[in-house]
């Protein structure tokens, strides 16, 4: 009896979830990374007879134009071609759920649990980043406000430059350690 119990199992425990890059961030010299909190996004698709619905509902104007964006009270949308974007609520809205409510044509489709967004912050940001992305990141080319669908290493990437030295970085959760890992190893590069 002895032996059979000393054989038996633990009852597993629930595990907890870690959040990817969970703790994660970096401080080099110009250049500061650090994993922005969770936000509730979406890839959103419509014609041009939708926008007008669509940016009514989602309280924020769709931008028409390669490579821009808008925001308005804790909400962007990223043009990311003539007829997508990337809707970023960081204001805990829920888009899907407004998008729901639009007759007009549209797919949306919630992919808040696919992405994570690093904060690439500092005078070295720029620098950092192109160590992988092969865009033009000068304010002249790429001002604050502009967002395109890249990519960073071997990976595809969202960028959006929120302020003069400081970028979001969207990219899959399932790639997030490789680009957290060739950002941290590119500002150590850019701070030398």
């Given at each position: 009896?002895?032996?059979?119990?000393?054989?038996?199992?633990?009852?597993?425990?629930?595990?907890?979830?870690?959040?990817?890059?969970a703790?994660?961030?970096?401080?080099?010299?110009?250049?500061?990374?650090?994993?922005?909190?969770?936000?509730?996004?979406?890839?959103?698709?419509?014609?041009?007879?939708?926008v007008?619905?669509?940016s009514?509902?989602?309280?924020?104007?769709?931008?028409?134009?390669?490579?821009?964006?808008?925001?308005?009270?804790?909400?962007?949308?990223?043009?990311l071609?003539?007829?997508?974007?990337?809707?970023?609520?960081?204001?805990?809205?829920?888009?899907?759920?407004?998008?729901?409510?639009?007759t007009?044509?549209?797919?949306?489709?919630?992919?808040?649990?696919?992405?994570?967004?690093?904060?690439?912050?500092?005078?070295?940001?720029?620098?950092?980043?192109?160590?992988g992305?092969?865009?033009?990141?000068?304010?002249?080319?790429?001002?604050?406000?502009?967002?395109?669908?890249?990519?960073?290493?071997?990976?595809?990437?969202?960028?959006?430059r929120?302020?003069?030295?400081?970028?979001?970085?969207?990219?899959?959760?399932?790639?997030?350690?490789?680009?957290?890992?060739?950002?941290?190893?590119?500002?150590?590069?850019?701070?030398?």
């Open positions: 009896m002895a032996k059979a119990a000393a054989n038996k199992i633990a009852a597993p425990t629930p595990a907890g979830r870690r959040a990817a890059l703790g994660q961030e970096l401080s080099a010299a110009g250049v500061t990374l650090a994993v922005l909190p969770p936000a509730e996004r979406i890839s959103l698709r419509a014609p041009d007879a939708s007008a619905a669509l009514k509902a989602l309280g924020v104007t769709l931008p028409r134009k390669p490579k821009t964006s808008a925001a308005k009270a804790g909400r962007t949308a990223l043009w071609g003539p007829d997508e974007w990337l809707i970023i609520d960081e204001a805990g809205r829920d888009p899907l759920a407004e998008c729901a409510k639009v007009a044509l549209h797919s949306a489709v919630g992919i808040s649990h696919r992405n994570i967004a690093i904060s690439v912050a500092g005078p070295a940001a720029a620098a950092t980043i192109n160590s992305c092969p865009q033009d990141l000068s304010l002249g080319a790429f001002p604050v406000g502009a967002a395109s669908r890249t990519i960073l290493g071997k990976v595809e990437i969202v960028l959006l929120t302020a003069t030295n400081t970028f979001r970085v969207e990219c899959w959760r399932s790639f997030s350690d490789y680009v957290f890992t060739f950002l941290s190893e590119a500002a150590g590069d850019a701070a030398a």
